[in-house]
């Protein structure tokens, strides 16, 4: 069985474009929304992602939009804790195609992380 988990040099989830979210506002608070924005940089990145180490700079203290676990995703989007690992994994899959590709080595590394024996 697959299990989501974040796999280092990525940072797909650190592309956080607005008009690549059009509904933020259904899932975060007002203060959320405007933390989430005051973090966009003019590229789309968050400010706090290190483009050369491929990583988050404050990942220990990165807000809760940020991070999936299972009372955040609950909050944010009514999913069942039982229902992370599968929900999160599609998002996952959908934001590395959506930054690096349907074909990168991003994608292909994320798929067998999550799922390194897939005929089980």
Same mark, same amino acid.
């Given at each position: 069985?697959?299990?989501?988990? /974040?796999?280092?040099? /990525?940072?797909? @989830? /650190? #592309?956080?474009?607005?008009?690549? &979210?059009?509904?933020?506002?259904?899932?975060?608070?007002?203060? +959320?929304?405007?933390?989430?924005?005051?973090?966009?940089?003019? *590229?789309?990145? @968050?400010?706090?992602?290190?483009? +050369?180490?491929? &990583? @988050?700079?404050?990942?220990?203290? &990165?807000?809760?939009? /940020? &991070?999936?676990?299972?009372?955040?995703?609950?909050?944010?989007?009514?999913?069942?804790?039982?229902?992370?690992?599968?929900?999160?994994?599609? @998002?996952?899959?959908? #934001?590395?195609?959506?930054?690096?590709?349907?074909?990168?080595?991003?994608?292909?590394?994320?798929?067998?992380?999550?799922?390194? *024996?897939?005929?089980?």
């Amino acid at each position: 069985m697959a299990h989501w988990q /974040c796999i280092q040099g /990525c940072g797909a @989830c /650190c #592309q956080l474009n607005p008009s690549d &979210r059009p509904d933020l506002a259904d899932y975060l608070t007002p203060d +959320e929304l405007a933390h989430y924005l005051s973090l966009v940089g003019e *590229d789309g990145w @968050c400010i706090n992602y290190d483009h +050369e180490q491929r &990583r @988050c700079k404050i990942y220990e203290t &990165r807000p809760d939009f /940020c &991070r999936v676990q299972p009372d955040t995703f609950s909050r944010m989007f009514g999913i069942d804790p039982a229902e992370l690992d599968e929900f999160a994994i599609d @998002c996952c899959e959908q #934001q590395i195609a959506g930054v690096y590709g349907n074909q990168s080595a991003e994608l292909d590394r994320f798929i067998a992380t999550v799922d390194p *024996d897939p005929e089980t």
